[in-house]
Structure formats: C-alpha cells, structure tokens
C-alpha cells in the first residue's frame, strides 16, 4: 500500500490519534491534525449542531485534494450521538467542503468490524451511560451486539485523557469473554497500540479499537 497523506480532524483535546493513526497507515504516510474546539464537558445531542458546524468550517479552511489524499474525522462519539444518518450526511459535508474522500471513525468501526465477521462483541469504553447506549444502537444498525461492555465513565476531557494503555489492557481483558467473536475499544483518545495485538493473540478473535478501524478503512477507501 502506498503512503497517504491524511488529513485529521479530532477534538481539540485529542492528543492520542495523530501518533497511533500514522502507525497503523503505510510506511511514509502523514497525518495534519486540526483539532475542533469544544467545552470541557463530554459531547451530547445539544452541543453536536455547533461543533458540527466548526469541523466543518476547518474541513474546508485545513483540506483540499491539492495536499491530502483523504480525510479522517475521528471523533467517535460525535458519530454514535448523531447516529447513522447523521454521521453519514456529516461525512457527505466534509466530502463536498474538501473535495476528498472522507472516513469517519464511527462509520470505520462497523465496517472494519463487519469485515472481521463480528457479530457477537465485548466493547470497552470511557463514555457515560447514554453515550454507550448510542454505541450499542449504532453497532447494532450494522447487525453487530454488544454482548459485554465495561466502561471507565471519565466524567470530563481531563479524565479521559489520563487513561492509559495498560489500563485499557486491563479492563478489556476483564471484559472479554467466549461468548463475544471479537473485541472493540472505542473511542479515538484511548491508546491502543500498544496492546491490540496482545489481546488478539490472548484471546485468539480479533481485537480492533476506532484509531485502528480508521487507519484500516482509509487505506480501504484508497483501493
């Protein structure tokens, strides 16, 4: 597979996608992060009209084909609380603004996941309750349940981004069980590099996480 240069667009606390996103894509590829502004609160239905509206008023400022090949927009849960519809029209927008193909991470998670012949999944979040209930109703328009979930219910920003990988490890390794065919970490600020291939190999079923799922259906989209 050929390098890429992507074009990223997380929010602006975001300080985990760029590096891992760069190494999951092909040897050479770049990644040019913005990050879109927001409160220091989590995101829900009544703050997604105007943080839609400025990702995409900096799509069309940051990208274009003349110095990216596509886009990546990388906030999960912006995706999983607009749901399918409205993650796809969002994905449409960004498109028309850039003139780029563009991949969203909520989108890529049930692709990727489709792919792996899931059907049956253990999810691992940092999300409050009523996001992780948008997560289990997006995963389930792709025909994919959520048969275990666990949770580290970062109350803010700050929290969520003092999670580590070895927490992660621990907590998707207490999650995981036979009745699940696959793994799923969601969320583009948990790192999950580092431990993806252990958990698959541990557990003998794929383990894929929304920067990974990202990484995957760009290259996916460019053939």
């Known amino acids: 597979m ?32 913005v990050g879109i502004p927001r409160g220091a609160g989590l995101l829900t239905r009544e703050t997604m009209p105007a943080y839609r509206d400025a990702a995409v008023a900096l799509a069309a400022q940051h990208f274009s084909s003349a110095t990216h090949d596509i886009l990546a927009y990388g906030c999960t849960a912006a995706g999983f609380i607009s749901g399918p519809r409205g993650d796809a029209e969002l994905q449409a927008e960004l498109s028309r603004v850039t003139g780029l193909p563009v991949v969203t991470t909520a989108r890529a998670m049930v692709v990727a996941l489709q792919a792996a012949g899931a059907r049956r999944i253990a999810v691992v979040t940092p999300y409050q309750d009523a996001v ?37 490890r621990g907590l998707a390794e207490a999650t ?23 958990l698959a190999a541990r557990f003998g079923k794929p383990a894929l996480s929304s920067i990974q799922a990202t990484a995957w259906d760009a290259q996916r989209v460019m053939g």
């Open 2 to 33: 050929r390098a890429l240069r992507v074009g990223l667009m997380v929010p602006i606390n975001n300080t985990t996608m760029e590096g891992e996103l760069a190494a999951w894509l092909p040897a050479g590829s770049s990644v040019t992060r």
């Open 132 to 168: 992780n209930d948008q997560l289990s109703e997006f995963l389930a328009d792709g025909g994919i349940a959520v048969e275990r979930l666990a949770t580290f219910r970062a109350p803010d920003v700050a929290a969520l981004g003092r999670i580590t990988a070895e927490e992660v």
């Open 176 to 198: 995981m069980g036979e009745d699940c065919d696959a793994l799923f970490i969601g969320c583009s600020q948990l790192p999950t590099h580092a431990v993806l291939g252990g």
